[in-house]
């Protein structure tokens, strides 16, 4: 029996093919990736730019059919985005999100449902549907381990979200109530088939919904935990025929008082009589329980109770072996089964007014049932509303959009004759129904409604031979509703988006006494292009002359006691083919080493401007510092400086030249001395006092445990440390590589800097990625060294944007880094090591933790230094020691600097600004740009297109996250290039177009430069570029990413 139930499961289609599932995990990335960008807009439109569009801001979710992956194939996707509460509702249906949805060619059938309890807006994407709702929480972010399932989440938080959150919260619980979930999936499925088929299955119209069916065949699944499919097929029908309606159906108990929310909850008792009115209650298994069945009328339990009985006998004859499964989903059409019927018709002038005043109307439907059945000269014995509904043919483009709705009448006529009545008067309910939706507050003029009673040899011809109707309707518009696809089910209380337009009843209906539905009325890099004239490096770069009051020469534990290096090897060797003595383990040492440094550290105290005089007429400020204490400032204006006028400072590590004046412009930096000096600080800066507790004492124990390995790199002939520097946002990760790599420097090393941080980097533009041997200190307030590093260009600010991209490029970039470090010239520099200043990153899992891991294992690092965040800290540790050979790297934590801010939005702007204008003109203003003007036909740019990754938690309960599919496309150049940044591929000119492989090579090739698009002329067909200098541009392959620049 199960075999042949399975077949015909087969045989109907009812499994979703893998590629219609693939293209639906397309969709909803997409989906995603749209999310993103409004809240990355939404957030930067507020002033927040420091927050990070990521899981830490938003979870899109899904839930209902197809979360717990029992959807029909073309069933529509019920989602939901939840958000913090820097993110309004508002945000979603005004100012950004449906107006952006507006603008997108790809977005169809749109329509928002604003006025409902749960606002909805309801679109079709890359052919599938979605309905999309907003639940709003009063947090600031999102912890890594948030459950929607715990009612704690509910607290301060409006109706509106609670609703839109328990769709997501009954599914997930649902999963964790039935023991055999993979086994009931299947005949849910084929429950959904049979209830489609027989006309009982659209809770809009009360009968069953997605979530009402699910929840009862879950109970089945509980009664019989090892029932195959037909097995459970069977008792559904079974139990149900001989249910004691209205006997609640549910799967747990539900504690009323849960969190103390007091949030409405169904119970059936006396201090509730609206939940005694409803005749077939299927409880949501979540606080606040609520009636999924709440439309269920007396008129149509009693069709679905004969269908129940239906079932159960046919079931009892496929068991004798006297019928097949085929005969349990003969179609019931409806239309055949009466011959007196209400006909509801609607017209509206145009698509957008036809629309709503359609969704309301089907909306209220159920109303008239209700009224019908209350009328006492009605004599109804039943009201079946027809799950099919009709659109007319418009004759003409300037004919109205007319729309139908048919609800089968079957009168008692004996009771009729009894009373002595001739015909049925049902004139009174249609009154009060008419005047109800007729009453509406956003009905406008021209739109009408008719309700007429009809014979069944009367119906129109579109009603009567609907395939002629079907070739002919608007197909686009979705607006023929005929019970085959999900689209019109309702999944969980208050999500379809016509049934939440209802007003409540209770409010707007004369003489109702149905209880409102819950369901439906809530309802930077290589410059091959810098011209550096003589070539010579500027005369005001800061050199380091050795001194005492470098951290280096601070007597270091006597377990870091330098030895003297010995001579390195002629060739660079791998470290495991070295096969001198084995290197010694500095891990005991590192951890003592910061520790030291981290007592004083964990209380950070400031003092605003201890001994400062202030001369009035030179605006100067004189600050005396003691060891260990640093100046820190923040400057907005272009007229401030700082001079080092007695003993030693340093900035980031860089040593200040004794008496020189060092200006500072839109800057935020710490003046530090390790043995005490005098500074004059000139002009007026927005913050400046004195802290006196920092991490430099663990940070310089850090340098000096990196030296260590260094040197006993070179005496083995072996390579340098491998590190990492990871922390959140705004945690002082990329001072603190500056400052390593620094103190580096000013012992003579040469190491490579991996510079992966795409917003603040530390010699490449916003969005690119790469490395550089680093020979002289680099600071953020002078002009940077002809570094020649190697770069990709990412092309986004944010990892989210394309994560698969930028593994690719990481592991690249390894690789290129690997093969400098075996150069014979780099053999001395690969004792040097490298280091890696990382994005920000939280923990995981997330897709930039995933990103982050991917990095330390492509790198191989031997140590990675954590700021901040013990989250962070615990899981790289755990995760790090998984995934690697050797038992993964070192983690240390490390505190960071209380000189640490978050900067504002404007300055951080100005920062990613400042990093474009220096490539293109020099820091010290010593480039000369020129503009580049090239044809269309002479150009070619490519951009990288990826199938956003859906998240995890919005797949089917159990799938696998699906890697995401990333695809290069040529750009035909157009206006919105221009102010876009381009990358030039370090490849050969071409004459036509890159054939597919050339354009996946594209996505690890190395950018010789970055030009900056002026101007787009479509007349003339050429494009204006900004070049940082005169010379011949090195390709006429780019690749185009988000970042842009305007002067």
Known sequence: LNSKLMKLMTDEELLPTDEEERLRVRALGKLNELVRDFIRRTLDRKGMTDQPADDSQYRLRTFGSYRLDVHLPGADMDTVVIVTKYIERRDMFEEDLYVHFLARKDVKDLVKVEEARVPVIKFTMDDFEFDLAMACLPITTFPDDFDVTDDKVLRNVDQQSVTSLNGVRVTDTIMTLVPTMATLKFAIRALKLWAKRRGVYKNVLGFLGGISLEIMAARIGQMYPKGLPCKLVSAFFLIYSQWKWPMPVGLTEINPDSCELAFPVWMCGPTEPGDRRHVMPIITPVYPAQNATSNVSKSTLKVMCEEFQRGREVCKRIEAGQAEWSELFEPLDVMKQYTNFLQVQIMAPNKEEYSMWKGFTEANLRNVVSYVERWPDAYLDRAHPCPRNFMKPRESDDAPYEHYWYIGLKFDLERLRNDGKKAPNIATPVRDFKTRLMGWQRKKEGMTLFVTSKKAKDLPKFVTNPEAFEETADQNMHEIIQGEGEGGDTQTPSTSAEAAAAPTEAATAPAADHAPNPENEEAGGKRPLADKGDGEREAKKIKLEPSDADPMKVEPPAQCAAQSPEKAPEAAVKREDVPQEPRRDFTAELMQAVTRGAEATEDDGQTRMPGARVEANAKKQMFVLDKGQELRIEVESQAVSVTLQTGHAEIFGAEMPKGETINLAKAKLAVYTWQGCTLSLKGEAKVVYVGETTPMTAYGNVH???????????????????????????????????????????????PMLVDLDLKDGLFLV??????????????????????????????????????????????????????????????????????????????????????????????????????????????????????MAGGGPTVVRLNRSGGVVAPESAFRKHLEKQLVHDYMYGRARNLCPRPVVLPFSQIFIYQTVSSAQAPKDALPIGAAAASAEIEIVRVEPDPSLENKLVGLCACKHATAPLNEQQQQDLLRTEVAGFLHVRKVDMTLGKVTFLAPNGLALPSNVMLVGEIDFVE
């Open 766 to 883: 916003p969005g690119a990625i790469g490395a550089a041997v680093i020979d002289d200190t680099i600071t953020r307030y002078e002009s940077q060294a002809d570094m020649n590093p190697v770069a990709y260009y990412y092309g986004h600010r944010e990892v989210e944007a394309r994560p698969e991209l930028l593994k690719l490029q990481i592991s690249a970039l390894a690789g290129n880094v690997r093969q400098r470090l075996a150069c014979e010239a780099n053999r001395d520099g690969a004792a040097s090591g490298v280091l890696i200043d990382a994005f920000a990153c939280s923990s995981g899992p997330r897709p930039s933790y995933d990103v982050l891991l991917h990095a330390a294992k492509e790198f191989e690092v031997d140590y990675v230094f954590v700021i901040e965040m013990d989250k962070l800290y615990t899981d790289l540790k755990r995760d790090l020691a998984r995934d």
């Open 704 to 750: 000096g445990f990196l030296q260590q390995f260094r040197e006993e790199a070179r005496r083995c002939g072996g390579k340098g440390p491998k590190t990492m520097l990871v922390g959140p946002s705004h945690t002082g990760k990329s001072s603190l590589a500056k400052v390593l790599v620094n103190y580096a420097v000013r012992q003579g090393e040469r």
